[in-house]
């Protein structure tokens, strides 16, 4: 199955303590469950809808779901949010969101305009992404790193490593 694309029900469930966040197109309408977590993923949903994930598939089931046209307008567009933490050291997150699916690729330049990695590099669902980033071989100074669509640069933010 693909990111975002296993609708397990078709009614309103809650699931532990989880926060619901925005980030997956279905029907034109813009869906997300995000899951930000530590530890072990344990799921039990109850109820005459139930069905087995265990053996998770490709699921697909009607739904609809009532938002207001400015979080609609909002995850029409690209966007690229400042890293955290920043200074860091040794690791630091990198979150972006993509209206469509597309080809992303997230390059780190250092000062002088060199490529010193290309974190992420692959066709991607439209939604939010997260990625780490950490090397103990930079040395301490100002890095860009940019996200591109296809060969297009979409954005980019500075971020400092301090060690």
């Given at each position: 199955?693909?990111?975002?694309?296993d609708?397990?029900?078709?009614?309103?469930?809650?699931?532990?303590?989880?926060?619901?966040k925005?980030?997956?197109?279905?029907?034109?309408?813009?869906?997300?469950?995000?899951?930000?977590?530590?530890?072990?993923?344990?799921?039990?949903?109850?109820?005459?809808?139930?069905?087995?994930?265990?053996?998770?598939e490709?699921?697909?089931?009607?739904?609809s779901n009532?938002?207001?046209?400015?979080?609609?307008?909002?995850?029409l567009?690209?966007?690229?949010?400042?890293?955290?933490?920043?200074?860091?050291?040794?690791?630091?997150?990198?979150?972006?969101?993509?209206?469509?699916?597309?080809?992303?690729e997230?390059?780190?330049?250092?000062?002088?305009?060199?490529?010193?990695?290309?974190?992420?590099?692959?066709?991607?669902?439209?939604?939010?992404?997260?990625?780490?980033?950490?090397?103990?071989?930079?040395?301490?100074?100002?890095?860009?790193?940019?996200?591109?669509?296809?060969?297009k640069?979409i954005?980019?933010?500075?971020?400092?490593?301090?060690k």
């Amino acid at each position: 199955s693909f990111p975002g694309s296993d609708i397990i029900t078709e009614r309103e469930k809650k699931v532990g303590r989880f926060a619901v966040k925005n980030t997956v197109s279905f029907q034109g309408r813009n869906l997300n469950i995000s899951w930000n977590f530590e530890g072990r993923l344990t799921t039990i949903i109850t109820g005459a809808d139930y069905l087995d994930i265990t053996n998770a598939e490709y699921f697909y089931s009607y739904i609809s779901n009532t938002t207001d046209n400015q979080d609609i307008e909002q995850t029409l567009n690209f966007s690229l949010e400042q890293n955290y933490p920043n200074p860091f050291n040794p690791y630091t997150k990198i979150k972006f969101s993509i209206p469509q699916n597309s080809y992303i690729e997230l390059r780190i330049y250092n000062s002088l305009g060199e490529e010193v990695a290309n974190l992420f590099n692959e066709y991607c669902y439209s939604g939010t992404y997260e990625i780490e980033f950490g090397n103990n071989s930079l040395p301490s100074g100002l890095y860009v790193y940019c996200l591109l669509s296809g060969k297009k640069l979409i954005d980019s933010r500075k971020m400092l490593l301090l060690k």
